[in-house]
């Protein structure tokens, strides 16, 4: 029902910068949360940060200070500024949202993960 699009992704060196951003396909008649998670290979996926209706904000422990999360509520866009980063930053970062989307006078709740966009950090 929502497909979820990432951008921003890329190699960049240690101490360096990226802005990653995920844009929804389609308009969301209600958001619970949107955030980010990360994953590499042979380890579970991970909190980066999430986002909820509210504007409250949630990071994973080794983020916190470094990364920031913001959303675009008119655009239903979830962007992670990623500031400082480190090598152990390498992975594959996912959107992910929450929430219900409205067809007519029928609302649907959902939940979607975006493609994946790789991360590296290296020098």
């Known amino acids: 029902q929502v497909q979820l699009v990432e951008s921003g992704g890329g190699l960049v060196q240690p101490g360096g910068s990226l802005r990653l951003s995920c844009e929804a396909s389609?308009?969301?008649?209600?958001?619970?949360?949107m955030g980010w998670y990360r994953q590499v290979p042979g380890k579970q996926r991970e909190l980066v940060a999430t986002?909820?209706?509210?504007?409250?904000?949630n990071y994973g422990d080794s983020v916190k200070g470094r990364f920031t999360i913001s959303r675009d509520n008119a655009k239903n866009t979830v962007h992670l500024q990623m500031n400082s980063l480190k090598p152990e930053d390498t992975a594959i970062y996912y959107c992910?949202?929450?929430?219900?989307?409205?067809?007519?006078?029928?609302?649907?709740?959902?939940?979607?993960w975006g493609q994946g966009t790789q991360v590296t950090v290296s020098s």
């Open positions: 389609r308009r969301i008649f209600r958001i619970n949360a």
């Open positions: 986002i909820n209706s509210g504007g409250s904000t």
């Open positions: 992910n949202a929450d929430g219900a989307v409205r067809d007519g006078f029928r609302i649907s709740d959902f939940t979607s």
